[in-house]
C-alpha cells in the first residue's frame, strides 16, 4: 500500500492530523484522530470482504485516513467537516499518486459519509458510511449519556 503510506507520510495530512488533535483536545465525546481512521479503514475492509465487493484496498485506506480530516474547520470556521476535508484530501490524493478516478471516488465517499441515504449503497460511499458509524464502542463511552447522537445511530453492541 505505497500510496497509504505516502499519504501518512505527507506533510498535509499530518499538519491536519495535529490540527483536529488540538481542536478536541477538551472533548469528551468520539475523537477525530488516527485511531478513528485506522477503526474505519480496517471495519470497511471487512465489510468489503464479507459482501464481496472488490472495492481497492488503497481507495478504502485512503477515503477512511481522510473522510474526517477537516474536522478542525468545522471547530474553526463552521465548515461542515466533509466539505473541508474534500478540500483537504483532493491535494492530498494528487499528491500521494491517486489519479483523478480513483481521487473523484474517494472524494465522493468523503463528501457523502454523513448521508444516510446511501448507507446500503455496494460502494465506497456506502461502505465508509456503514464502516465510520459502525466503529463508535457507544456501549462502552463515558460520555453517551451527554452524546447529540440520535438513540437509533448508537452502537450498543460490537458489530465487526
Given at each position: 500500500?505505497?500510496?497509504?503510506?505516502?499519504?501518512?507520510?505527507?506533510?498535509?495530512?499530518?499538519?491536519?492530523?495535529?490540527?483536529?488533535?488540538?481542536a478536541e483536545t477538551d472533548r469528551i465525546f468520539?475523537?477525530?484522530?488516527?485511531?478513528h481512521?485506522?477503526?474505519?479503514?480496517?471495519?470497511?475492509?471487512?465489510?468489503?470482504?464479507?459482501?464481496?465487493?472488490n472495492i481497492d484496498?488503497?481507495?478504502?485506506?485512503?477515503?477512511?485516513l481522510l473522510h474526517d480530516i477537516g474536522k478542525h474547520r468545522q471547530y474553526s470556521d463552521g465548515i461542515p467537516h466533509e466539505k473541508a476535508g474534500v478540500m483537504i484530501a483532493?491535494?492530498?490524493l494528487r499528491?500521494?499518486?491517486?489519479?483523478?478516478?480513483e481521487?473523484?471516488?474517494?472524494?465522493?465517499a468523503i463528501d457523502s459519509h454523513r448521508d444516510d441515504s446511501i448507507a446500503l449503497e455496494a460502494s465506497l460511499r456506502g461502505v465508509l458510511y456503514r464502516a465510520d458509524k459502525a466503529s463508535r464502542s457507544?456501549?462502552?463511552?463515558?460520555?453517551?449519556?451527554?452524546?447529540?447522537?440520535?438513540?437509533?445511530?448508537?452502537n450498543h453492541q460490537i458489530l465487526y
Open positions: 500500500m505505497n500510496r497509504i503510506d505516502r499519504i501518512l507520510g505527507c506533510a498535509a495530512f499530518r499538519e491536519n492530523l495535529e490540527k483536529n488533535k488540538e468520539c475523537r477525530h484522530d488516527m485511531a481512521f485506522l477503526d474505519v479503514a480496517r471495519i470497511a475492509m471487512i465489510i468489503n470482504l464479507e459482501e464481496e465487493l484496498r488503497e481507495l478504502i485506506y485512503g477515503a477512511a483532493n491535494d492530498i499528491d500521494c499518486g491517486f489519479d483523478e478516478k481521487t473523484s471516488v474517494i472524494i465522493g457507544c456501549f462502552s463511552c463515558v460520555a453517551e449519556g451527554d452524546c447529540n447522537w440520535k438513540e437509533s445511530k448508537k
